[in-house]
């Protein structure tokens, strides 16, 4: 082992993936890795120090781990690192590790660990039967929250009425068989042996939500074309009371997929993304308005296709607040340029780790820092940051009164089939377990659960509130 010692402090309240980037790359630049942290009593170190040098020990590249007795100087001057690793957000601060450098020699690193692109998706799926999620006990105990808890607030959720906006997709999957490849202009030759069209987009809000048992309201833009009675007969098949609106200057949008055992070969997509013209924007705000008091619960599913425009965001979140109507919101950036930042005063945002970041413009601070900022900026009362197969991040604003202010929820299902969908349903279920009174943790880990069934399963077709409450006697 080189002799190079390289150390980083901090409160590590509970590991998150933040954690173990910084950590990661700082194990990656010598020897020893020493991990010294802030005692009980120190600022925002709200986890006692027995469980939080537990979770810092547990990790395989931490060599050494130990709760300071002095303060930070001192602590340096007898362990004389020769590398002092501190997070990307913090390098315009005012670090007193500058005085041991000049003093003992030595460097700081600023980084927030390897490239968080990096991150994301999962490497490997792979057909499963029905099976039970791998819950994360630890994250249940930190937050006392009991099954018993978590069936009630599901539970209230066929008492609560919701209403969706937001830009509705007609999907289609088309199962081929490979041939083989062509001679003549070297493409590989398949044959079709079977199709499915399913609603997506903001229509699979509205029906993952009904399927959980809430009375639903609809609003969404269409073409002019019998993509339209695909949609209206779906919606009508689950009982949603809808208004849709047609463009004859757009078609529907239409998603298509070739799949061959489950894989995509090709995908192509039937697209128009300008905004909805003003008249008829006039149009959707009065009639919303006169609907309006009588939900629960509000929920914008952005797809970023025209039809949620700006001052539709404005005077609806403006009604809602006036009478006390929850407003959640999801801005996607898949493959069209999403802005969840559009988005303020919500109660909840869920946006990947990519999308926080493009709305901030910030590619290289630390994970925590990243969702702290998406908190002050957009003045949201609680922030979902999704982390593919590293679960869920659980920000909220530091003036609520409890200690905690970030947590974070293991990934629940490790062998997903298909990943599709998966923030649709967190962030269904989640809305509809806080207007249900849920807390933001109890309600994030019902949306994880929400998540981690339907990545089990191929196809769009919401979770059924049957395998929600069954995964609830949690094992």
């Not at 048992?213 to 002019?224: C, D, K, N, P």
């Not at 070739?258 to 905004?275: D, E």
């Not at 493959?335 to 969840?340: A, M, P, T």
């Not at 990519?354 to 630390?366: H, K, M, P, T």
Request: aromatic letters at 8%; one cysteine or more; a negative charge.
């Amino acid at each position: 082992m080189s002799s190079t010692k390289v150390f980083v402090s901090g409160n590590f309240n509970v590991i998150h993936p933040g954690h173990i980037r910084l950590l990661t790359f700082a194990s990656s630049l010598g020897g020893e890795l020493i991990v010294a942290l802030n005692p009980d009593g120190a600022k925002d170190a709200y986890v006692p120090e027995f469980d939080r040098i537990a979770g810092v020990k547990a990790l395989s590249i931490v060599d050494y781990c130990y709760v300071m007795t002095s303060p930070l100087l001192q602590e340096l001057e007898r362990i004389k690192p020769q590398i002092i690793v501190k997070g990307s957000e913090h390098i315009n601060d005012t670090n007193e590790e500058r005085e041991f450098v000049e003093k003992f020699g030595g460097e700081i690193i600023f980084s927030s660990g390897e490239s968080w692109e990096g991150y994301s998706g999962y490497s490997e799926v792979k057909n499963l039967e029905r099976h039970h999620l791998a819950h994360d006990h630890d994250y249940l105990k930190r937050h006392e929250i009991t099954p018993s808890k978590l069936r009630s607030i599901i539970d209230n959720f066929k008492n609560l009425k919701v209403l969706v906006l937001g830009d509705i997709i007609v999907d289609e999957y088309v199962d081929v068989e490979p041939l083989g490849m062509s001679r003549e202009d070297i493409s590989i030759v398949t044959t079709p042996i079977a199709s499915r069209r399913y609603l997506g987009g903001a229509g699979v809000v509205a029906l993952q939500a009904r399927a959980l048992g809430a009375e639903i309201g609809f609003y969404s833009m269409t073409g002019v074309d019998e993509l339209k009675d695909f949609c209206c007969d779906a919606l009508d098949r689950s009982a949603i009371k809808h208004s849709i609106f047609e463009d004859s200057s757009r078609p529907t949008t239409y998603k298509l997929r070739y799949q061959a055992q489950n894989k995509t070969l090709f995908r192509l997509s039937k697209i128009r993304q300008h905004p909805i013209d003003p008249l008829t924007l006039n149009k959707i705000i009065n009639q919303i308005k006169e609907e309006l008091l009588r939900y629960d619960l509000l929920i914008f599913s952005d797809f970023s296709y025209g039809f949620i425009t700006p001052e539709m965001i404005r005077v609806v979140t403006d009604l809602c607040q006036q009478h006390g109507i929850l407003v959640v919101a999801d801005s996607q950036s898949s493959s069209q340029n999403g802005r969840i930042g559009k988005f303020i005063n919500t109660d909840l945002i869920t946006p990947t780790e990519f999308e926080a970041r493009q709305a901030l413009d910030n590619y290289s601070d630390g994970l925590v820092t990243i969702a702290s900022q998406m908190i002050e900026r957009f003045c949201n009362k609680n922030l979902l940051v999704t982390l593919g197969r590293e679960g869920v991040l659980i920000q909220r604003p530091k003036d609520i009164g409890s200690p905690f202010i970030t947590d974070q929820i293991q990934a629940l299902n490790k062998s997903p089939v298909n990943i599709s969908g998966a923030g649709d349903v967190l962030l269904t279920c989640s809305a509809l377990a806080l207007a249900s009174g849920a807390s933001v943790w109890e309600a994030a880990y019902i949306g994880s659960i929400g998540a981690g069934l339907k990545i089990s399963r191929n196809g769009n077709d919401p979770v059924p509130f049957s395998e929600i409450h069954e995964e609830l006697f949690i094992r």
